[in-house]
C-alpha cells in the first residue's frame, strides 16, 4: 500500500511538472494551425464550413489524453529512461525538423535521427572535449534510445487505434488538380494528438524523493535503477497525414491503422532486442526511419497506380462530400454515390441538377447509385430555410474556380495564408 501511494504521489507531482511544460501546448498549437487552415480551405472551396477546429482541436485533445492514461500505466512496468535533457532532445530535433516538412512532426523521426546521431558520435573523439561541443555529445551519448524507441512504438500502436477510430471525422474533401491539369475530387485526412505522459526516471544517489518499486521494469536491467525511480511529464506528439484521390475516407484510414499497427509491433520489438543486444541498435534505428518514409511511399504508390474515384462519368454526378446537418444527410446521401436522376429527369451537370431540384420547390426525389452499384431512391420534402442544393458538394468539373494548393511542406508553409489557387473564373467551386 505505501508503494502505491509513493507513486500516486509521483504521478500527482509529474502531473502538475506536465501543466507547466511549454511543449504540450507548442503541440496543440500546431493542432491548431492545421485545423484552422482546413477550415479556411474549404470555406474558399465550397463556400461552407465542414469541420469547425474548435471542435476538432477539443476532440483531439480528449482522445490524447484518452490515450496518455494507459500508455503512463504502461510506463510504470516498461523502465524507459527518460529524463528532462530526453525531452529537451526529443522536441528540439522535431522542431527542427517541422522546418522542413510538417510530416515530420513525429518523434519516429526524432528518435530515429538522434539514434543515428548516437551511433555515428561513438565512433568519434568529441565526448573528451570540455567545451559545449563535448556536452551535448555526451548528452546524447547517455540517451536511451532502445528506449525511447518503445516509445515510438506505443505511440504508433496507439495511432493506428485513433485513426481507426476518429480519422475518418477529420476528412476534409477537396478540389486537387490531376495529373492531366483537370480538376478531381480527393480527401485530405489528416489528425494530431498531443498525448500527455507521466514516464518513471531513475533516480539520482541520495535522492530524497526517490521510490523503489516493488515489481521489476522490463527494460530495467543493470544498475540504471538501483537508486529508485521518480516520474516526469512528458507530452509527446502523434499524428498522420494522408491524401487520397481513390480510396474513401474510411477505406484509407483503415488500411493506414493496418500499415501503423504493423509498423509499432516492428519497431517495438527491433527495440526491444536492441536494448537486449546492443548491436542491434542501428537495425532499431533504421527500422523506425525507414519503415516511416516506406509507409508514405506505399502510400503515394497506391493513390498514383489507382483511377481517381471522385470525378463525374455517363452515369451521373459523383458525391464528393455531404455537408452535415443538411437535406442530403437526411435522405442518406453518402460519398462516392452517385445521383443519377432528380425528381424524374436525368441529370450530368451541376445546372441540370439545379433545374431538376426546383421542378418541385416543395418535394425531392433522387435515384442514386450507392456505393456498392445499385440504384437506390430518397425522398424528402424541402423547407425553407434549407440549403438550397440539399447539402451535398459535388466532385468539380470545368467551372471550379478554385483547387487546392500543395499541403504544407513546413513550419512557413503551414504559417501562409494562401490555401487555394485560382483558376481565374468566376463561378463558384460549391454546390
Known amino acids: 500500500m505505501d508503494a502505491v501511494m509513493d507513486v500516486l504521489r509521483m504521478m500527482g507531482s509529474a502531473a502538475l511538472g506536465l501543466l507547466l ?46 490515450v496518455g492514461v494507459p500508455l503512463s500505466l504502461a510506463g510504470l512496468f516498461l523502465g524507459v529512461a527518460v529524463d528532462g535533457e530526453a525531452v529537451l532532445w526529443l522536441w528540439g530535433t522535431a522542431i527542427v525538423l517541422l522546418l522542413v516538412r510538417v510530416r515530420y512532426l513525429c518523434f519516429a523521426y526524432s528518435a ?76 485530405m485526412l489528416q489528425g494530431y494528438w498531443p498525448v500527455p505522459m507521466l514516464l518513471l526516471v531513475p ?13 521489476s521494469l522490463l527494460l530495467g536491467g543493470g544498475g540504471t535503477w538501483s537508486h529508485g525511480v521518480t516520474m516526469i511529464g512528458f507530452p509527446m506528439m502523434i499524428g498522420f497525414s494522408e ?18 499497427l504493423v509498423y509499432g509491433v516492428i519497431v517495438g520489438a527491433a527495440a526491444i532486442a536492441a536494448y537486449y543486444w546492443p548491436p542491434l541498435l542501428l537495425v532499431a534505428v533504421l527500422c523506425a526511419l525507414l519503415l516511416h518514409e516506406a509507409l508514405v511511399a506505399v502510400s503515394y504508390y497506391k493513390e498514383d497506380s489507382n483511377a481517381p474515384l471522385f470525378v463525374h462519368d455517363d ?19 453518402q460519398a462516392g454515390e452517385i445521383i443519377q436522376k ?10 441540370e441538377l439545379h433545374a431538376a431540384l426546383y421542378l418541385n420547390s ?25 440549403h438550397h442544393q440539399l447539402g451535398v458538394v459535388l466532385a468539380p468539373d470545368d467551372q471550379a474556380a478554385f483547387y487546392a494548393a500543395a499541403s504544407p511542406a513546413s513550419l512557413f508553409d503551414l504559417l501562409r495564408k494562401r490555401t487555394a489557387r485560382s483558376r481565374n473564373r468566376s463561378t463558384t467551386a460549391s454546390m
Open 342 to 351: 432528380a425528381n424524374g429527369v436525368r441529370v450530368q451537370t451541376k445546372e
Open 112 to 187: 530515429g535521427m538522434l539514434g543515428l546521431a548516437q551511433w555515428g558520435l561513438g565512433f568519434t573523439a568529441f565526448d573528451g572535449r570540455s567545451d559545449w561541443i563535448g556536452e551535448a555529445v555526451r548528452s546524447i551519448a547517455g540517451l536511451d534510445i532502445p528506449g525511447l524507441l518503445v516509445l515510438v512504438a506505443l505511440m504508433h500502436l496507439a495511432e493506428g487505434l485513433l485513426i481507426r477510430w476518429q480519422g475518418a471525422r477529420f476528412a476534409s474533401p477537396l478540389f486537387l488538380e490531376g495529373k492531366r491539369g483537370k480538376l478531381i475530387g480527393g480527401y
Open 243 to 260: 491524401l487520397t484521390r481513390t480510396m474513401l475516407p474510411g477505406a484509407k484510414t483503415r488500411s493506414s491503422s493496418k500499415a501503423l
Open 21 to 66: 511544460s511549454p511543449f504540450y501546448y507548442i503541440g496543440v498549437i500546431l493542432i491548431m494551425l492545421q485545423y484552422f487552415r482546413q477550415t479556411r480551405l474549404e470555406r474558399k472551396l465550397f463556400h461552407v464550413r465542414l469541420h469547425a477546429w474548435p471542435n476538432q482541436l477539443a476532440r483531439t485533445m480528449l482522445a490524447g489524453l484518452a
Open 362 to 386: 416543395a418535394f425531392c426525389k433522387l435515384e442514386a447509385i450507392n456505393l456498392e452499384g445499385h440504384v437506390k431512391f430518397v425522398q424528402r420534402a424541402r423547407y425553407a430555410g434549407e
Open 315 to 333: 452515369r451521373g454526378l459523383r458525391i464528393l462530400a455531404v455537408i452535415p446537418g443538411t437535406p442530403a444527410e437526411a435522405m442518406g446521401l
Open 203 to 215: 533516480a539520482a544517489a541520495g535522492s530524497g524523493d526517490a521510490v523503489h518499486l516493488p515489481w
